[in-house]
C-alpha cells in the first residue's frame, strides 16, 4: 500500500481478500459474514499497535433488532484494504 494514498479512520475501504488464517476457528455465520464483506464498502475503524486495519461492518445476514447484535470488527493486514473509490482524495 502507497503511504501516500493509505486510508484514515473514519474512510471506507474494501476488503479486497479474506487473509490466510483470519476464518480459523470462528463460528459458520461469522464466517459468511466475512467472506460476504468482500469486494464491498466497510469502515475503516484504525489500526492497531501492529499495524493491522481495524474495519467494521453489518452482518448482512444478521437482520437483529439490537443495533449491536449485527456488527462485526476484524482486524486485517492493510494490505488487504483499500480505499473505496468514491473517498478517494
Known amino acids: 500500500m502507497n503511504d501516500s494514498i493509505k486510508p484514515q479512520p473514519g474512510d471506507m475501504v474494501v476488503l479486497t481478500a479474506v487473509p490466510l488464517g483470519l476464518l480459523d ?3 459458520q455465520e461469522d464466517k459468511h459474514a466475512i467472506i460476504a464483506t468482500v469486494g464491498k464498502p466497510v469502515l475503516l475503524v484504525g489500526y492497531d499497535d501492529d499495524g493491522r486495519a481495524e474495519i467494521f461492518f453489518n452482518d448482512p445476514f444478521d437482520v437483529g433488532t439490537d443495533p449491536y447484535s449485527n456488527t462485526h ?7 488487504f484494504v483499500t480505499l473505496f473509490p468514491e473517498t478517494q482524495k
Open 73 to 79: 470488527t476484524v482486524w486485517v493486514p492493510p494490505a
Open 25 to 27: 476457528g470462528l463460528p
